[in-house]
Each structure stands twice: as structure tokens, then as C-alpha cells.
């Protein structure tokens, strides 16, 4: 079976973001391991000289004329749903020590 | 109950047209309905009574002038994954809990504008991550034909809402299956049309090369005109597709004699439920009487589909998440220190699929992995298009079930994600080979739960698809006795 560490659990849920207390990363450990052990029997394909498919069926991105275009109010509007906001900015924690 | 919420959309269409009922008096019916059921679904998350009353009485006026379209006048909800403006849009979650969109999407610019009336925002698995819709922030939605049981999902609210007479069409979204399956366990249809059909501007992101909005109705026809609606090249969507959208719904009538219908080997040997397996056999008889011809073919990578999907949904979905950061919207968590405030907003704001979903996509995306798990799967995703890409050399519509089983009881299956993830089996290679495909009623299983089957088809077919199903349906003539829901409760059950 694959197994996924206890700190490899913890290494990706910092890149993630997100914090879990000891219980949850006890059950998450166990739950990744499982699928993924299932997910390693792609291992079994060969896929030598396989192109690989991001997308179906979008074979170029469309283009459009460079065109100027109003968007009066945008800046409150976008600050509308903001938690915290200070004039025209997003407002976050203190960043610089 | 009124027997007006028992008919089909295109049947009230004619009422409506003929003025033998007015918008604003269907509306009534459906809110009413709505009241008494609601307490029992849970379909719903939002009930945005005062806007669809202004909706109703403006189409009633266009309705006065002999205008018409397939959505005027008709009472529609929406999954709570389509941005609405100024209508709260929840996602499910709890880190949207009390999100108001500054804007609509496409879809809903065209649902609106073609006079449709938005009676709700309907109740779904969080960020469309799952198969029951026991995942949601705001409760489980229940099947209307058991309310022990789970609807499916992730698009459950709206297959509920529909099965449950709520309203006469709902649009939900399909990444795996999430619009099949749950049509499919509620006993209606559920469309999910070729990727890049329908623009997904203004639904919320899940897994972008995926994501595809979809149609849940009460019959095919009715699917046909609502698709004809919302279809379409949309230029704030790249990937939406500049192929010009037919008249679906006058393009049934035509039969399908001498068609060839393929049903893959491979969909037979997946440890189907013995009413499931009898379901295939009367839809091959019913196909068989409407003058097609049921032909074997091959899908030989659909044991891997699953693996694929579970490596490239969960990457796509680690990455459209990462917007989630309590900055410019949706809840935050408050702390001194930037990166503590990233992370006890997801932690508190993210419900544990989603975050289990997030971890599974990082860490297949995060360096060393990238090429075992993320480019591995994304090249057998070419084989398993290549799969279908054969098999449609030899048929017109490839058929299967939806779902291994019928609805299964609520928290039967959550405390093993992976058990759940393999009853997608179905439905997600059509979404890893962006094709077309539809869930319809073909009978009931021996506890009384709905049963469908699935027709898939070629790219931008869905003239096609429709009419396979179309002619399935009206050939097999199901009887459909749908829940009345206002005699019982909950706890009587």
C-alpha cells in the first residue's frame, strides 16, 4: 500500500494552507493513503508517446479586438464583499515585520 | 396538490401561451408547494420569493404582447454554484456563507433574459465535491422518493427540487456526474451536454477542464428547449464553443430506426445492482422496439477513469480554492499574522471533502509528483478519449447505467471516501473525454427508487443524444407517480 506520512500530511497542508488538529490528520493520513494506494494502479498503463489532454476539445484560445471599455464603479463594487477594507484597498494583516 | 405541478415545462408553456394560467399565478402554485415540502428536501438554500414575483408579473406582460420563449414565465431554480447579483451565493459552504455576487453569469444573463422566473438557489454538495449531497454546509437534501435516502449530487437540490414538483426545471453543473447521477436516483432527466457547449462564465470554478453546466427536467423535451436557451459561444468563456446551437426540440420528432446503439463490455463487469443490470436490459428492449440496434463495443481504460479523475479534479481544485483566502470576499478568520489568517479561514471555512480534496490535488500538483501522478493521468485521459473515439467509429449513442446502485441511505457511505468516489465509475469518463450525455428514467428497483440509464454521444451531438432519448423514453412509457410529500414528515417516515 502507499503510504502517505504523518509529515508529508503536514508538509502539504501547509503548501495548501490549511491547518488540521491531530485528530484530523490521524483520519486524513489514513483516508490519502487508501486513494491513493487505489489511484497506483495507473502505474500499470504504459503511456509512452502519449500526448497528454488538458483540455478536449479547445484546439485555440479565440482573439478580440483591443478595445477600451468602461467599468465605472468597478473599484467599489469589487471592495463590496471585501472583510476588511481600507479606502480603495483590500485590507490584510501587517506583512512586514 | 395542484395538478399543475405534475405537468411537464413544454405542457405549461402552452397553458401559459393559450393564457389559461398566468405566470404570477404559477408562481403561487410553486411557492405553496414549496412551503409544504421544503421542511422535508432541504432543496433549498435560498428562496428568493420577491424577485420571482417582479420576474413572473414582467413575463406575464410579454406573455400579453403573444411573445414567447421556452423559459417565459416558467419557475426554474438554480444550483447555488451560478453567480447571482445580489442574490447570496453560497457554493454549499460555509467560507460563502454570506457571499452576494456582484454580478450574473452568462447562463443567468440568458435564463433572465428569455423571462425565466428564479423562484431559488438550490442546496448541492460543497464546491459540487460530492455524490449524496451530504456534503453541504446548510444539511443534506433528501430524496423525495425516500426521505431516508440521499438524493445523489452533487447537483442534489435541484434533482430534489424537480423529483419534488418544486419548479419545472433546475440547472445544475456536472464535473463527474454531478447532474446525471442525482437526476438519475430522483427519477428525472439530467443532461450534460459536450464540454464547451453551455459557458461556465459565472459558475463557480471546481475543475475547469471539467466543469459543465447542466439541465434537470421532468422530460426530454423539456431539456431540449431549456438547452436551446443557454447554449452558445459565449466570448467570456475561451473555451465555450463557437459551433452554432440547433433547435433542439424541433429536431426530436425524426425516429431512430436503424441507429446503432453501443453498450461497452466493460460497463457490465463493475459490480452493477441485479435491478440496475435489469434497468439495461428493458432499455435494450425498449431500443430495440424503437427500431435500433444495441451493438457491442469496448472501452478497455475505463477500470483506470476513477484514478484519472481523482488526480486531475482535485488538482484543478487546489488551485481554483486557492482564491479562498478571506482577502477580497467570503468569510474570514481573523488573526495578526497573513499567513495564520489564510489558514484558520480554510480550516474553519473549508468543510473536510473539500479540504481532503484540496490535500489530494496539492499534493499531486507539489514537486516530484507532478509527472507520476498529474501528466500520468492526463495522458491516460487520452486513452480513455480514444476509447470512445473508436467505439463511436461503429455507433451513433453508446448506452449504460448512471450509477452502480439507486439511492442509498443517508450516511450509509460517508465514512469511506473512497467507496463513494467508485460509484462515480459511470458517469466521469464521459466528463474526462468531454462528451455529451443524458441520465433518463428506464424504471423502478424492487424498494420503489428510481432507476436510469445513460446515453452518451458524439462531440456537439446533442440533437442526437436527445433524440435517443426522446425515443427511449416515449417507447418505454414509464408511468412516473411522482411523491405527493404532504402527508408525511420527516420522523414518520
Known amino acids: 500500500m502507499r503510504k502517505i506520512s504523518r509529515e508529508e500530511v503536514l508538509r502539504i497542508a501547509r503548501l495548501a494552507r490549511l491547518e488540521f488538529n491531530d485528530e484530523e490528520v490521524e483520519v486524513l493520513t489514513h483516508q490519502l493513503s487508501s486513494i491513493l494506494d487505489y489511484i497506483e494502479k495507473l502505474k500499470e498503463i504504459n503511456t509512452e508517446g502519449v500526448e497528454p489532454t488538458f483540455y478536449t476539445f479547445v484546439t485555440e484560445t479565440p482573439m478580440r479586438e483591443d478595445e477600451e471599455r468602461k467599468a465605472e464603479g468597478a473599484d467599489q463594487l469589487a471592495l463590496r464583499e471585501a472583510p476588511s477594507v481600507y479606502k480603495k484597498f483590500f485590507r490584510v494583516p501587517k506583512v512586514i515585520k | ?152 449530487g452533487s447537483s442534489g437540490g435541484s434533482a430534489a427540487s424537480v423529483a419534488g414538483l418544486e419548479c419545472y426545471v433546475s440547472l445544475g453543473t456536472d464535473t463527474g456526474g454531478s447532474v446525471r447521477q442525482p437526476a438519475s436516483f430522483c427519477g428525472v432527466v439530467g443532461l450534460k451536454p459536450t464540454y464547451g457547449r453551455i459557458s461556465r462564465y459565472g459558475i463557480i470554478a471546481f475543475a475547469s477542464s471539467l466543469d459543465q453546466v447542466g439541465i434537470i427536467t421532468r422530460c426530454v423535451r423539456d431539456c431540449a428547449m431549456v438547452l436551446e436557451v443557454i447554449a452558445g459561444y459565449d466570448p467570456k468563456d475561451s473555451t465555450s464553443s463557437p459551433i452554432p446551437v440547433p433547435p433542439y426540440s424541433r429536431l426530436l420528432d425524426e425516429g431512430i430506426k436503424g441507429w446503432k446503439i453501443g453498450l461497452p463490455v466493460e460497463f457490465l463487469s463493475e459490480g452493477l445492482e441485479e435491478d440496475v443490470l435489469k434497468g439495461i436490459e428493458r432499455a435494450k428492449e425498449v431500443l430495440k422496439e424503437a427500431g435500433a440496434e444495441i451493438v457491442d463495443v469496448s472501452l478497455p481504460h475505463l477500470p483506470y477513469a476513477v484514478s484519472v479523475y481523482y488526480i486531475i479534479a482535485p488538482s484543478e481544485a487546489s488551485s481554483n480554492l486557492a482564491r479562498y483566502d478571506g482577502v477580497r470576499y467570503g468569510l474570514r478568520v481573523n488573526s495578526s499574522d497573513l499567513i495564520e489568517m489564510y489558514m484558520k479561514t480554510r480550516a474553519q471555512g473549508f468543510g473536510p471533502e473539500v479540504k481532503r480534496r484540496i490535500m489530494l490535488g496539492t499534493y499531486a500538483l507539489s514537486a516530484g509528483y507532478y509527472d507520476a501522478y498529474y501528466l500520468k493521468a492526463q495522458k491516460v485521459r487520452t486513452l480513455i478519449k480514444k476509447d470512445f473515439e473508436k467505439a463511436f467509429e461503429k455507433v451513433d449513442i453508446i448506452m449504460g447505467p448512471v450509477s452502480p446502485t439507486t439511492a442509498f441511505k443517508i450516511g450509509e457511505k460517508t465514512s469511506d471516501p473512497l467507496q463513494m468516489y467508485l460509484s462515480d465509475i459511470f ?47 416515449k417507447t418505454n412509457a414509464l408511468k412516473i407517480e411522482w411523491p405527493s410529500l404532504e402527508d408525511v414528515s420527516p420522523s414518520q417516515k
Open chain 2, 427 to 473: 458517469t466521469i469518463p464521459v466528463n474526462l473525454a468531454g462528451l455529451g450525455g443524458i441520465s433518463v428514467p428506464v424504471g423502478f428497483d424492487r424498494k420503489g427508487l428510481p432507476v436510469g440509464i445513460q446515453f452518451i454521444c458524439k462531440p456537439y451531438r446533442e440533437d442526437e443524444l436527445l433524440r435517443c432519448a426522446y425515443h427511449f423514453e
Open chain 2, 1 to 152: 396538490m395542484n395538478e399543475l405541478l405534475k405537468k411537464n415545462l413544454y405542457e405549461i408553456r402552452e397553458l401559459l401561451d393559450k393564457k389559461e394560467i398566468s405566470s404570477p399565478e404559477l408562481l403561487q402554485i410553486c411557492l405553496e408547494r414549496i412551503e409544504k415540502v421544503e421542511p422535508k428536501l432541504n432543496a433549498l438554500i435560498t428562496i428568493t420569493e420577491d424577485i420571482a414575483g417582479a420576474q413572473a408579473n414582467e413575463a406575464q406582460k410579454r406573455i400579453e404582447r403573444n411573445e414567447t420563449t421556452p423559459l417565459l414565465g416558467i419557475p426554474i431554480t438554480l444550483k447555488d454554484i451560478f453567480v447571482t447579483k445580489d442574490i447570496r451565493t453560497t457554493c454549499g459552504s460555509k467560507i460563502l456563507e454570506n457571499y452576494i455576487p456582484q454580478y450574473d453569469g452568462t447562463v443567468v444573463e440568458k435564463v433572465i433574459a428569455a423571462g425565466g422566473v428564479m423562484v431559488g438557489k438550490n442546496n448541492m454538495d460543497e464546491f459540487a465535491m460530492g455524490s449524496s449531497n451530504e456534503n453541504s454546509y446548510f444539511g443534506p437534501v433528501r430524496n423525495p422518493w425516500d426521505l431516508e435516502r440521499v438524493p445523489g
